[in-house]
């Protein structure tokens, strides 16, 4: 079974600009969260979704979002970048049906905002 | 403060050595727990997963909860080289994961 997937691996941007990452859950997986790594902060959360809806929500500011498909696949964007937001995207993915279940990480996106 | 603390260390060990790893927390709503390996450049990757308080065994690893001390362990025995990673302790109410800082450990040959 492939695991999840984000592409693109690598993206450098400039401050002012968007971007828009992906990722592809493990087969017959319905819910896919979003996570920001940093040296400074660790991993947070960023937000959550379950057949296409947003079901929770991190503390971060609304120039991150993100939405799923009907396919499960789901997209973060970060808009007017800022420096700070240079970090690990990590997305997981799991079933999603009950209050707690696996979570299974991809190799994340590693943003550098210039 | 932080809902979970956790020494960033780095921690540096002999290979065999008994490792110690721990989290404290504040959130008393916090019901599953979970410890994570993440090697460079990679996802993280679940290791152990404890409901409530308690032990759970898993090879040379073995994980416990103290919800009454709001604390929670992950010990790796016989520790080899292959273990040197980032250790990351997780703990959710609602599914959503809450992670700290992790503990990156060295085990030396």
């Known amino acids: 079974k492939a695991g999840v997937t984000q592409t693109p691996r690598y993206l450098i941007k400039t401050r002012g600009q968007q971007v828009t990452l992906s990722c592809s859950p493990i087969?017959?997986?319905?819910?896919v969260s979003w996570y920001q790594q940093t040296p400074g902060q660790g991993l947070q959360f960023l937000f959550e979704?379950?057949?296409?809806?947003?079901?929770n929500k991190g503390n971060f500011p609304g120039r991150f979002s993100g939405r799923q498909f009907s396919n499960s696949r789901s997209e973060m964007n970060v808009s007017t970048l800022e420096l700070g937001d240079s970090a690990l995207y990590l997305c997981?993915?799991?079933?999603?049906?009950?209050?707690?279940?696996?979570?299974?990480f991809g190799p994340g996106t590693r943003l550098t905002v210039l | 403060q932080k809902e979970v603390e956790q020494d960033p260390g780095p921690l540096s060990v002999p290979e065999g050595a008994i490792v110690s790893l721990n989290c404290t927390y504040s959130?008393?709503?916090?019901?599953?727990f979970m410890w994570y390996r993440q090697y460079s450049r990679k996802g993280p990757e679940l290791l152990m997963y404890?409901?409530?308080?308690g032990n759970k065994e898993d090879g040379r690893f073995t994980a416990q909860v103290d919800k009454s001390s709001k604390y929670i362990s992950l010990f790796i025995r016989d520790s080899q080289p292959s273990d040197s990673a980032t250790y990351l302790c997780?703990?959710?109410?609602?599914?959503?994961?809450?992670f700290g800082q992790g503990t990156t450990l060295q085990v030396k040959p």
């Open positions: 997981a993915s799991s079933l999603g049906d009950r209050v707690y279940n696996e979570q299974f």
């Open positions: 087969s017959g997986h319905r819910s």
């Open positions: 979704y379950f057949s296409e809806t947003q079901r």
């Open positions: 959130n008393s709503a916090f019901q599953y």
């Open positions: 404890t409901y409530s308080s």
């Open positions: 997780a703990m959710s109410d609602t599914g959503k994961l809450i």
